[in-house]
């Protein structure tokens, strides 16, 4: 009697209790073909990569380094380029900051990853198509265009692409501007407003903040509602100063403007839940990593904190190289760890208590999830498979 192999099946869903990693091996496994340095648009989740690019989106199993699922647009793309491994310097910074990270999602229960890349509608008309994959298999759940109104004053960019509570959200820049944003329905994959005067940075829920554009001149830091586009509050903007909002990712939002001190802004409700004079400055950089319960501000000059959602401050280090100082980098994040770059190499801090979990990372990556590091080099991006 002879029996016949099963087939293995794909799943790259891997498990999200999985703990967050506290040392990679030094040694690459792989090395993914990303292009030649940069921050390229990569998105991890489960045992896979996601990279978005000019045509589409290029699925990478952690495990082999191989790639399992191309998807492609299918409108002609804006760009026509070759594919990022094969792009060079000149082509790689015209790109830079036109297609957006991959955003994961839920969609009929499943979690989801999204792309939106540009791409030429009928009768040539600038657009975009927006991309949905499964994360166990990269196979396609559906494409959607999207016809962005009037016509666009030059070539379009994705800029920043968000989603939660089944709507996802996009940024759009004309030229390497930005210009607008738009929002689609999950669910039942359709439009479902776009407005050319505000642009989102941020995003907590299904509520977004950004910059609305009043006149030639002036700007009002603007929160709204991601399903309808309506404006949830309104924040003017003083004669002659310049506002900067740096998104982490988590429901609060740095606001940077021509002063050295910053303040952390709630973006459902545009309420400041951390003030000037506690310490936030504008050297810090504010990070929230992917299932994570804090956000942790740091910079080698300043020192560092963390804060837990509601504005609270949970732990303070400041800067020097004492033992109980803070004189580090922090380079990626992973639920409530972070990983941090200091004179002495790499380490990994708990958000939660500041205290070091782990004096030797193995590497320093440039973004982390349960399986893998990832860190970004002039040949690709390696795989540094996680040991503990």
């Known amino acids: 009697m002879t029996t016949t192999p099963t087939p293995s099946v794909l799943d790259l869903s891997g ?56 998807l492609a647009t299918q409108h002609p793309p804006v760009y ?8 060079s310097k000149k082509q790689l910074t015209m790109i830079r900051g036109r297609i957006a990270f991959p955003a994961l999602a839920e969609i009929g229960g499943e979690p989801a990853m999204l792309t939106v890349v540009p791409v030429k509608l009928a009768r040539r008309q600038a ?14 759940l559906w494409r959607l265009p999207v016809d962005i109104y009037g016509e666009p004053a030059g070539k379009l960019g994705s800029f920043h692409l968000s989603a939660a509570e089944g709507v996802a959200s996009v940024t759009w820049s004309e030229d390497g501007k930005v210009t607008g944003s738009f929002a689609v329905s999950l669910e039942e994959p359709r439009v479902l407003w776009q407005r050319r005067n505000f642009w989102a940075i941020g995003r907590s829920g299904d509520a977004l903040a950004g910059f609305r554009h009043e006149t030639d001149r002036d700007y009002a830091l603007t929160g709204i509602g991601a399903r309808d ?5 309104v924040k003017a903007i003083p004669g002659g100063a310049t506002w900067e909002i740096r998104s982490n990712g988590g429901p609060l939002v740095q ?22 004079g506690n310490g936030l400055t504008k050297r810090m950089t504010c990070d929230h990593g992917d299932g994570g319960t804090v956000l942790l501000c740091a910079s080698r000059q300043d020192g560092a904190f963390a804060l837990d959602y509601a504005g609270k401050i949970l732990w303070r280090r400041s800067a ?10 922090v380079v990626a994040e992973f639920k409530d ?23 030797g990372a193995g590497v320093v990556p440039d973004r982390v999830n349960a399986y893998a590091a990832l860190v970004y080099t002039d040949r690709g991006a390696e795989i540094h498979p996680a040991t503990s």
């Open 320 to 329: 020097g190289d004492g033992p109980e100082n803070w004189q580090a980098t």
């Open 255 to 276: 606001l940077v403007d021509d002063s050295a001190q910053a303040r952390l802004v709630d973006v459902a409700t545009g309420d400041v839940m951390l003030p000037k």
């Open 15 to 70: 498990d999200p209790r999985a703990p967050a990693p506290l040392r990679f091996d030094g040694n690459a496994a792989h090395t993914l073909p990303t292009g030649r340095g940069g921050f390229p648009t990569l998105a991890l989740y489960g045992r896979a990569a996601w990279l978005s690019h000019a045509s589409g989106v290029t699925v990478y199993d952690l495990a082999t380094g191989r790639d399992v699922a191309d």
């Open 127 to 140: 657009g975009f198509e927006m991309i949905a994959a499964r994360t166990d298999d990269g196979k396609l």
């Open 80 to 87: 026509d380029l070759p594919r990022p491994g094969d792009l």
């Open 337 to 359: 760890l972070f990983y941090v770059k200091g004179d002495d190499g790499p380490f990994v801090v708990d958000g939660r208590t500041g205290r070091t979990v782990s004096a």
């Open 229 to 233: 586009g309506r404006d949830l509050w």
